[in-house]
């Protein structure tokens, strides 16, 4: 069975550009996740997708993050414009459902911002 | 706030011994709980979870006790194998919170020593 395929691996851009990541899911699995890992943290949920519709976005910086999942498989994490401060890994995660369970997760996009 | 805290940055263990991983979490609507494996440059790999109405669960050589009312879990290793060494998070979950994002810890890296 494939796994959650991200790209691009790896992104270096200056403040102020935009930058967009790609995930594709497990085949199946009809519930996506974005989360920001910051060098020393653990990982912060961005977004909840189920199927094509957004579950949840609390924790997305709305301003300058939006993201979209058209055909309720692939999905793209946008940031424009981009700051320092979003350096980090950006991990594309699946699971087959909702609720408690085990998510899958992508090798992730090491974005830096300079 | 951190609601799920691994208060050891790192822990070093020798190859055959156990290792003993500890979280600790404040919000008492959390309700399942995983541990996950990390090797550098990979995504997160699941390892083994937990459900509050149980107190353990046991996978090979992996163990993860859960003690409620010390709103604590922990995840022992044994024997721990050169294998074993990476960066462990505890990540929990809220059944009743309307999404599935789940919240982490900072993580614990894990060496294990010949």
């Known amino acids: 069975e494939a796994g959650v395929a991200q790209s691009p691996r790896y992104k270096i851009i200056e403040k102020r550009q935009s930058v967009a990541f790609w995930c594709n899911p497990i085949?199946?699995?009809?519930?996506l996740y974005w989360y920001q890992q910051i060098l020393g943290q653990g990982p912060k949920l961005l977004i909840q997708f189920q199927n094509n519709g957004v579950v949840d976005d609390s924790q997305l910086p709305k301003d300058r993050f939006s993201a979209e999942r058209l055909k309720g498989v692939d999905s793209t994490l946008k940031i424009q414009p981009a700051k320092l401060e979003d350096s980090a890994v950006y991990l594309c995660a699946s699971s087959f459902g909702t609720g408690a369970g085990e998510q899958y997760f992508g090798p992730g996009t090491r974005l830096t911002v300079t | 706030d951190q609601q799920v805290k691994q208060n050891s940055p790192s822990l070093s263990v020798q190859e055959g011994r156990i290792s003993i991983l500890n979280c600790d979490y404040t919000n008492s609507m959390f309700d399942y709980f995983l541990w996950y494996k990390k090797y550098p440059a990979e995504g997160p790999t699941f390892l083994i979870s937990i459900s509050s109405i149980k107190d353990k669960n046991e996978d090979g050589r992996f163990t993860v006790f859960l003690n409620k009312s010390a709103k604590h879990l922990s995840l022992h290793i044994v024997p721990s194998q050169p294998g074993d060494s990476a960066v462990y998070f505890c990540?929990?979950?809220?059944?009743?919170?309307?999404?599935?994002?789940?919240?982490f810890g900072k993580g614990t890296h894990l060496i294990i020593q010949p």
């Open positions: 085949s199946g699995h009809a519930t």
């Open positions: 990540a929990a979950h809220n059944s009743g919170g309307g999404a599935d994002g789940l919240t």
